[in-house]
């Protein structure tokens, strides 16, 4: 067997619901979002596990909640006996992956994503920004796309996420990200989704949340990562404090280059990717760059025993 991978996912994920199961199963899946709570002074556990779901979509609820959820679940496959040799997370899941790596306390990692969604809402007001999803168009179609919707409006639209080959996100001035849609479809995109979200998260008008966070990671005191964690903002594998905690600082205004984290993994040995926390999307991402790997997801009870049973029979 190949090299193991834990992949931890980012905002869009949640869902109503998460993580109640396992923390109704494993202390130490309660204890986590008992932590949340109590770190948070805030009903993280009830939001996450009841709802209402307006209520979870707030970035300052939503972000803290997928990474207890993912710290959870991570918790009880490694009580389990399932070791990984790399980690990634997809922007917010950067942070979860930290966590799983020993990079980076739960304390400190709920901390600091309540503050980063904090900053990244701050950053433009809400209705300014937009992000919207490009399905079937070359990345250099859609930076093209981009470009031009700049020229044109004056104001600033990227590509922000590029998340499998045919998708990328693009994110900026709401005029400008709708007047790029519209290229890319004249380009041959098949669809052009907005995004519902309250800022474009990842582009240059982000910008002041990064300067607004790099003083709340340079107090963190972190770890070299015990296994390598592939950075976002480059897709290359660090091993030290320090790089760690630049590309967390670059992320929040840089491109997640998920494609490319995925290519490099997969170059570098890895054939098993196991989702760890909610949903199943970064398993679908990883399908769409290749189809020779395998996908385990591991956000629910049922879910981390069977990887556990899968994982123990291939070793």
């Known amino acids: 067997m190949g090299r193991i991978a834990a992949l931890f996912p980012g905002q869009g994920s949640q869902y109503v619901g998460m993580g109640k199961d396992l923390a109704g199963r494993w202390s130490f899946a309660r204890e986590v979002f008992e932590t949340a709570d109590a770190v948070l002074e805030a009903p993280l556990s009830r939001i996450a596990w009841e709802g209402p779901e307006e209520e979870l979509r707030l970035t300052a609820n939503t972000q803290p909640a997928l990474l207890a959820h ?111 849609g519209k290229l890319c479809r004249e380009a041959g995109a098949r669809r052009v989704v907005p995004l519902a979200v309250s800022a474009p998260f990842h582009s240059p008008l982000m910008a002041p949340a990064r300067e607004g966070l790099a003083p709340v990671l340079e ?73 020779e790997v395998r996908c385990l997801q591991a956000g629910t009870v049922d879910q981390v025993e069977a990887v556990v049973a899968e994982l123990g029979r291939s070793s």
């Open 70 to 180: 993912s710290v959870a679940a991570w918790r009880a496959l490694e009580r389990a006996g399932v070791r990984v040799d790399g980690v990634a997370g997809h922007s917010l899941g950067e942070y979860s992956a930290a966590v799983a790596a020993g990079a980076m306390g739960l304390d400190d990692a709920l901390r600091t994503v309540r503050r980063r969604g904090q900053l990244m809402q701050e950053a433009v007001p809400v209705g300014e920004g937009a992000m919207a999803a490009v399905i079937g168009l070359d990345d250099g179609g859609v930076g093209s796309a981009c470009s031009l919707a700049t020229e044109a409006t004056g104001q600033v639209v990227v590509p922000v996420n590029f998340n499998a080959p045919g998708q990328v996100v693009i994110a900026g001035a709401a005029r400008a990200v709708e007047r790029a």
């Open 219 to 291: 107090a963190l005191g972190l770890a070299d990562p015990g296994v390598p964690l592939y950075r976002n903002v480059d897709a290359r594998p660090v091993r030290r404090a320090e790089e760690l905690r630049e590309g967390l600082v670059r992320q929040v205004d840089s491109p997640v280059l998920w494609t490319a984290t995925v290519e490099a993994m997969i170059a570098d040995g890895f054939d098993t990717f196991v989702e760890v926390g909610a949903g199943k999307v970064l398993s679908g991402l990883v399908r769409r760059v290749s189809r």
